[in-house]
T-cell receptor
Framework: AQTVTQSQPEMSVQEAETVTLSCTYDTSESDYYLFWYKQPPSRQMILVIRQEAYKQQNATENRFSVNFQKAAKSFSLKISDSQLGDAAMYFCAYRSALRNDMRFGAGTRLTVKP | KAGVTQTPRYLIKTRGQQVTLSCSPISGHRSVSWYQQTPGQGLQFLFEYFSETQRNKGNFPGRFSGRQFSNSRSEMNVSTLELGDSALYLC?????????????FGQGTRLTVV
């Protein structure tokens, strides 16, 4: 079974600084998708960024970028120029290309200090 | 385009009762997935419905069931409620094509079992 591990329960960053959230996963599949979701206090899960396993290029979305290391099964999220609105729970998720069900990590609570 | 709508937002039920939660997906989305989120177990996949058929199922007891209607709206039912069923139930809809792998989440239904 696929598992997703986020080893950092909490992280803190100063406003305007950069922070990296870690995620590792375990799978025997070769075709899959990886996601980072943000869950603010409003509870709604919001997609931050996604990465297709067959793409070697790391995904980037404005201030958010990933470091995807397929061989190491690592998928970290870098947030640049952190803003107060970035404070939230961040979940790393795995989805097989064969099934439409996502496996989530335990989450990392990010605090942004002004 | 309207987002994923879950009703009700909050629910309080007594142990032993049953409950039905509703999810209206984004127009055009035919896949609806349900997730349970608790502080102890995190986010766990319950099941996915596609074109009125359950396509994937997580590891939950038979008390948890669901269905999908011809307009893609989905309901989730939990019978014989237990205290441990208290959780945030999230619904996600997607267009299950390789190029459209993003799942859009609703704001969830907070179920409290007393």
């Amino acid at each position: 079974a696929q598992t997703v591990t986020q080893s950092q329960p909490e992280m803190s960053v100063q406003e305007a600084e950069t922070v990296t959230l870690s995620c590792t996963y375990d799978t025997s599949e070769s075709d899959y998708y990886l996601f980072w979701y943000k869950q603010p206090p409003s509870r709604q899960m919001i997609l931050v960024i996604r990465q297709e396993a067959y793409k070697q290029q790391n995904a980037t979305e404005n201030r958010f970028s990933v470091n995807f290391q397929k061989a190491a099964k690592s998928f970290s999220l870098k947030i640049s120029d952190s803003q107060l609105g970035d404070a939230a729970m961040y979940f790393c998720a795995y989805r097989s290309a064969l099934r439409n069900d996502m496996r989530f990590g335990a989450g990392t609570r990010l605090t942004v200090k002004p | 385009k309207a987002g994923v709508t879950q009703t009700p937002r909050y629910l309080i039920k007594t142990r032993g009762q049953q409950v039905t939660l509703s999810c209206s997906p984004i127009s055009g989305h035919r896949s609806v997935s349900w997730y349970q989120q608790t502080p102890g177990q995190g986010l766990q996949f319950l099941f996915e419905y596609f074109s009125e058929t359950q396509r994937n199922k997580g590891n939950f007891p038979g008390r948890f069931s669901g269905r999908q209607f011809s307009n893609s709206r989905s309901e989730m039912n939990v019978s014989t409620l237990e205290l441990g069923d208290s959780a945030l139930y999230l619904c996600a809809s997607s267009f299950p094509d390789r190029e459209y792998t993003e799942a859009f989440f609703g704001q969830g239904t907070r179920l409290t079992v007393v």
